[in-house]
């Protein structure tokens, strides 16, 4: 592999470098540079379906994980199959270690409403965290034109969180760009964008809404915290 990146001033040519870049060169670079210490963080939304069909064309060895909270739509769960089956990639399926009746009863039957941060924090975060241990970089489907707390998303940082290489070589693409994509290579895709639903996570707390207006409703709340602090980190 290339020697990886060590400070500010690599950060700085490399964001230089990539940010016109089209997502397929910056995953070429990406594979090239980080290889199996490399890792595609995804919830099936359309933007990491063009993710991992763009890198399976690079390399047959996709490192890929999810975050399953245990509250995903049943489509979900069947997309992450057929996307598996289509690509001929397996999935590692990230699972929180407190089960729902554990924290039920530590925290109150509906966390997710009473605090959906601290959910967030207990379904995902924690979870994540742990699970990327052993990784260099991660590759996640972060764009600009979602919110606009996403409007500046660098192509790469560098993410002190995770203490690893940051990448979204999708950042200045469109939804439109993708679905143009999805249907160009005939990629699955959730079913539930049939009906309405645009940004998709547990079923607790998505609803049918244009951009991310469907997650989180009725709360102030517009990430789940993965890529934004939220609430002070546990082990």
């Known amino acids: 592999m290339i020697a990886q990146i060590s400070n500010?001033?690599?950060?700085?040519?490399w964001q230089a470098q990539l940010d016109d870049a089209s997502p397929q060169k910056i995953l070429q670079w990406a594979h090239d540079r980080y290889g199996d210490e490399l890792v595609v963080v995804t919830s099936f939304q359309i933007t990491g379906i063009v993710t991992l069909h763009m890198l399976r064309e690079i390399t047959?060895?996709?490192?890929?994980?999810?975050?399953?909270?245990?509250?995903?739509?049943?489509?979900?769960?069947?997309?992450i199959e057929d996307v598996e089956e289509k690509l001929d990639i397996s999935v590692q399926r990230i699972k929180p270690e407190i089960s729902l009746p554990d924290q039920a009863r530590q925290h109150?039957?509906?966390?997710?409403?009473t605090?959906?941060?601290?959910?967030?924090?207990?379904?995902?975060?924690?979870?994540l965290r742990k699970a990327m241990r052993g990784y260099s970089a991660w590759i996640t489907g972060l764009r600009r034109d979602q919110?606009?707390?996403?409007?500046?998303?660098?192509?790469?940082?560098?993410?002190?969180r995770?203490?690893?290489?940051?990448?979204?070589?999708?950042?200045?693409?469109?939804e439109d760009m993708l679905w143009t994509y999805i249907e160009a290579h005939e990629l699955?895709?959730?079913?539930?964008?049939n009906r309405g639903y645009t940004s998709i996570g547990c079923y607790t707390c998505t609803m049918a809404g244009k951009g991310r207006e469907g997650r989180w409703q009725n709360s102030s709340k517009t990430e789940c915290g993965l890529h934004f602090q939220l609430i002070k980190a546990t082990s």
């Not at 500010?8 to 040519?13: E, L």
């Not at 109150?108 to 409403?113: T, V």
């Not at 996403?150 to 002190?160: F, L």
């Not at 995770?162 to 469109?174: E, G, Q, R, V």
Request: hydrophobic share 35%; charged share 20%; aromatic share 12%.
């Open 8 to 13: 500010t001033d690599d950060i700085s040519y």
């Open 60 to 79: 047959d060895n996709v490192q890929v994980m999810t975050l399953d909270t245990g509250l995903l739509f049943p489509e979900t769960y069947q997309l």
């Open 108 to 113: 109150g039957s509906l966390l997710w409403e």
């Open 115 to 127: 605090n959906p941060d601290a959910c967030c924090n207990l379904r995902k975060t924690v979870p």
């Open 147 to 160: 919110s606009p707390m996403r409007v500046n998303t660098p192509v790469i940082d560098w993410d002190e």
């Open 162 to 174: 995770y203490n690893m290489i940051k990448l979204c070589p999708f950042a200045t693409w469109t």
């Open 188 to 193: 699955p895709y959730n079913t539930l964008h």
